[in-house]
């Protein structure tokens, strides 16, 4: 697997609530990481291998901004932080379900020395917002991965809607999740 894999999971938004997709891992800081403890916000996990890393952090800052507008600008260690855009059907005042925008790094099964070395490494790259760790192909068999494919699913209201796509960080998926769906795959 190269390049990026983008899924977008909503477990409680406004209406009914599809099953929520449970993935469970490590991050870099040796934290135990799993999207149950996300419930009730909408869940974004870009995950691709080291070649896919660098469109997977543009997108996801691009993502993050989306749905975090006052994170634009910030460092890492700020943005995460910012509130969530609010929803226009909610009342004025309301909260609005976060978002979370998870990055993902598809190292595959490796034996300790190799673990550590990647933890490290992206320790050192990424010292302020968890990365979780797949060493087991988790992504791999619960999301098969097809290059150059967006594939969008549903919709409902607000962030209800869910976008499952697979696929490059090229201008289709970038024009999909901008709302813009020429250019894209389906």
Known sequence: MNGVALILAASTVLGQAPAPVVVSMEDQFEHSRSTATLQGGVVVLLYGDRDGAVANQALGERLHVAFHPTARGLSPAKAWLAPVRPLPDLPVGAPGPEVYTV????????????RAVVRASIRGASPDVPVWL????????????????????????????ALHGVGAADGGAIRAVDGDDRGAAS
Do not use: H
Not at 135 to 161: C, H, L, V, Y
């Open 134 to 161: 797949d060493f087991g192909d988790q992504m791999k068999n619960q999301f098969p991965f097809t290059p150059r494919r967006i594939e969008r699913r549903g919709a409902g209201r607000g962030w209800s809607a």
């Open 103 to 114: 990055a993902v790094a598809c190292v595959g099964k490796v034996g300790p020395v190799i």
